[in-house]
């Protein structure tokens, strides 16, 4: 039992002694501030420079920036990455930083699979796709395996942009059979979501998906059209689309802009009773 009289001691690999626990805090103290001081004291300096800044100026070009506050290149970069993560600047590539005003996100949880249109309605948004490109592809091996054909069989694959705001958002890439999704019946009615078009023509029947997430950093293709710079970090929701028979339907791949969506899960908590 713990009293207050209670002595916590911590072992200092250094000196091969314990400490009492108010010397080890202060040791841990003095060690974290020593290792992110630097850095810390540049995300201070961004965020006052961020919010004196009003809403769509531009800030100061990346070498004079980084001359003012006294850091290379490299560091600022990394520094301003939590700021474009968080949607707070949106950087554009060969024009500058531009500060943001406060924006909306977009906010689900993940236990019913919903479009984006549904989810940024709900959040009071303006939902729009930029350029739709449809293609006809041959099937890799790792796509041959998620919707189990054969490597080499034709596919249809659908990339587009997803704005919100006239902001882009989201990179959506959608890889199905040439039977479940045509080039004709997209050019008639399609606004971004395949999940809406396939429920909305109601065959065939869906039933769930599986769905893999990770953040990963993003190619020098998508951050040209999500308009970031390559190997900012994207939220990947990698899923497979299953029917009532069964069938995979579809294989997705979707990146998202962390700064604008915040997802989370109910967790059921098994009761398994009483032990005594």
Known sequence: MLTASTSFRFWNRRSSRLLPFKAAEIMVKQQHQKVE???SRLQIELDRLIRETKPGERLL????LARQLG???ATLREGMRTFEAQGWIRRKQGVGTFVVGE????ESGLEVLESIERLANRSGLTVSMGDLLVSEKQADPVEAENLNVQVGCS???ISRVIYADERPVAYL????????????????????SVLDFLQKRGDPVLDRSFTEIQAVPATAAIARSLEIQRGDVLLLFTARLIDSAEWVIDY?????LPGY????????IENKGSRY
């Open 252 to 256: 997705s791949l979707s990146y998202f």
């Open 173 to 192: 890439v959608d890889i199905l059979p040439p039977d479940i999704l045509t080039e004709q019946e997209l050019s008639a009615g399609f606004t971004g």
């Open 61 to 64: 070009s990346e070498p004079q």
């Open 103 to 106: 924006t909306k996100v977009i």
């Open 37 to 39: 001081h630097p850095f």
């Open 261 to 268: 969506f915040r997802f989370h899960v109910i967790r059921r």
């Open 71 to 73: 850091v290379s290149r």
């Open 155 to 157: 596919l249809v694959q």
